[in-house]
């Protein structure tokens, strides 16, 4: 998944919309995952551990911390080409903007759609985690849904019961 991407460009005024999996990873470096699993308990005792055949049972953390979720807080980029060169675009973010869902519901033909998942991740069997950008292109508008899903799964422990 490292090398997915959505790149949207309007050609008239040069300005481009990126969705890269990659960058939305690097969101995940130093940020805290929103859930623990019930045995991380069992992980943090490094002296319950037994690596047979490693060269070493030494356990080392993370360091700078990471969201074994894959849950990012990532919007995309806004770049603007500039002849071959192309460069950040900085808007400031209206707070009255609105998405127009009337324009959205107008009757117009679809031309163009398609649903990219950038990364997903089943979580070692612990849950589902995606990150999926979705894009719908009619004559007078576009419509792009960056979504981000991140369930953690839960069941009772046998000794819970």
Known sequence: FGEN???IEHEPTGLAFEFRAREALERCKGSKAPGELAYADVWKNKSSMKMDGWKSNEVKEC???FDW???SDYHGQVHRRQGD???EAFFEQDPEAKIDYD??????????HKELFLYEDELHDNGMSTLSVKVRVMPT????????????????????S
């Open 69 to 71: 979720t894959y849950c």
């Open 141 to 160: 508008c576009f419509f792009v849904l960056l979504r981000m899903n991140c369930l953690l799964y839960t069941s009772p422990s046998p000794r819970d």
């Open 103 to 112: 324009m959205l519901r107008r009757p117009e033909p679809i031309e163009f």
């Open 85 to 87: 060169e192309m460069t």
């Open 63 to 65: 360091q700078g911390g």
């Open 5 to 7: 991407i959505l790149q």
